[in-house]
């Protein structure tokens, strides 16, 4: 293993940041869903830490100040939050184009309503398959596909773009054109075919998860044949499986250049998973103002820019269009933050990963840690009873 | 490619915003997950995207207004409102 890289400290000559573009409020870690994918810490936060009505309406306006132009209203399940409506309001006030990322469980019409009446821009709703029982079974709830098909039909009344988000893993991913003719039957203008990324309980559940190499393959097939199948219809947006890949994706498009995220508590990070880089020291929406945090917080200049980079990243051509990576991806699977992510063939873990993604897939497990308060050992486990009625290749349980 | 025709009257659907940064000093058109930039031609054109008035009625216009031969404004206008479309971010009612 190599040794950390503490990086540089800003030098005199730093220029400020261009201002992000878009900004994720983790406004709740509460979820009725419980999905083995989430990209929630493992540790969730609860809901006596989170910051109150006042904050989050402060935070928006700062964010709005500073030039964000999406926020995206998330979670766990942002309408779990009893002042949602006043939160979307306000952001939508100070400006921000406001995105409800839901899980559709527990949003009635009147609150869909009232959130529309607010100004909310678009919905973007998740499913889990297209086959109804196995998509319960990967939500770890029963009945919550029926539910999310009620919720899309009040989205259209209502008028609000709707998309639909479907994070791709081994349980599903024979059933992405069904999965797409299931968002377009839902009236949606948009779809997402998100192939889970293995960070927070999606790293936990890896060898639940993982696809073949074949699948994927495939997956992107179908994928490219029904963007043109469909275009002008639904637009398809996919998120690539990168475990497989030769060159890395652009995480979060640069470390600390597009986007930010503000956990329940106030927490400023620069990317989801960030926490699970252990020397990075982050600051609160609480403590200081976004944009204090967002162009001097220790946590976001740590890897910014290209100077923390180590080779193959230093000479590389690409360095400014992939810019590395993934930093936590580098560090889970290499030891150290600032190594090229191994997804890329050049880097020297690239076999390491391969061999992680062959033998995960081949595990041919499927009992499913599930998201829950308590970490991913101490939380309970739902039972679903496997059914087999509506044709359904289930996994071996 | 989607067929803009004269008739046509096409309109920003909610969740797609026509908006002046004033932190960019840019216009931006705001869509889910994404940000275009219009450069000042395509802003006139987005400006007059109101599902009141017709593709034939926003040609003449821009046609009067920046003194340029109608067909080339109709030609250029009627691919740029189709792009939009097809990326779902323009509906042509």
């Known amino acids: ?397 | 490619m989607t067929e803009v025709a004269s008739e046509a009257v096409p309109k920003l659907p909610r969740g797609v915003r026509l908006r002046r940064d004033e932190v960019r000093n840019e216009w931006l058109l705001l869509a889910p997950e994404r940000v275009l930039k219009p450069d000042a031609i395509a802003v006139a054109v987005l400006e007059r995207c109101d599902g009141v008035r017709t593709v034939a009625a926003i040609v003449d216009d821009l046609a009067a207004a920046y003194a340029a031969p109608r067909e080339t404004i109709e030609t250029d206008v009627k691919a740029m409102l189709a792009d939009l479309a097809n990326k779902r971010v323009l509906d042509l009612g």
Request: charged letters at 25%; proline letters at 7%.
């Open chain 1, 1 to 397: 293993m190599n040794d950390m890289t503490v990086p540089n400290p800003a030098s005199a000559t730093r220029v400020a940041p261009p201002a992000p573009l878009g900004m994720l409020a983790e406004l709740t870690h509460r979820c009725p869903l419980s999905c083995p994918y989430c990209s929630n810490p493992v540790d969730l936060e609860k809901r006596s830490v989170e910051l109150d009505t006042e904050t989050w309406k402060r935070v928006f306006s700062e964010a709005a100040a500073m030039g964000v132009l999406h926020l995206h209203l998330s979670g766990g399940e942002p309408t779990a939050r009893k002042d949602i409506v006043e939160l979307t309001a306000h952001a939508v006030k100070v400006g921000l184009y406001t995105n409800l990322i839901t899980s559709g469980i527990g949003v009635t019409r009147e609150k869909l309503q009232e959130l529309a009446d607010a100004g909310l821009d678009h919905v973007q709703l998740s499913i889990q398959d297209a086959l109804p029982d196995n998509a319960d079974r990967i939500a770890g709830l029963k009945g919550a596909h029926e539910k999310k098909r009620v919720l899309a039909g009040h989205v259209l009344e209502l008028g609000l773009p709707l998309t639909i988000n479907a994070v791709i893993h081994r349980a599903n991913i024979e059933n992405i054109e069904a999965l797409v003719h299931m968002a377009l039957e839902f009236g949606a203008r948009r779809v997402e075919i998100a192939h889970s990324q293995y960070y927070g309980w999606a790293l936990e559940n890896r060898n639940m998860l993982m696809p073949t190499r074949e699948q994927v393959m495939k997956a992107a097939d179908t994928v490219e044949r029904l963007r043109e199948e469909l275009e002008g219809k639904l637009v398809i947006d996919a998120v690539v499986p990168d475990y497989y890949a030769r060159r890395p994706k652009p995480c979060v498009g640069g470390w600390g250049r597009q986007s930010l995220n503000v956990t329940p508590q106030g927490k400023v990070l620069p990317c989801h998973a960030a926490e699970t880089i252990p020397h990075l020291v982050f600051d609160y929406v609480t403590e200081k103002s976004l944009s204090e945090i967002w162009e001097h917080g220790s946590a976001f200049e740590a890897y910014r820019g290209t100077s923390w980079m180590k080779e193959p990243c230093t000479s590389c051509p690409r360095k400014e269009i992939d810019f590395g990576g993934c930093r936590c991806q580098a560090l889970a699977i290499t030891g150290d933050p600032a190594n090229a992510d191994p997804a890329c063939s050049l880097s020297p873990y690239h076999a390491k990963i391969t061999s992680l993604a062959l033998k995960a897939a081949d595990s041919g497990k499927s009992d499913y840690i599930y998201r829950s308060f308590g970490g991913a050992k101490g939380g309970p486990r739902v039972e679903i009873t496997r059914s087999n009625s509506s044709g359904a290749d289930l996994p071996p349980n």
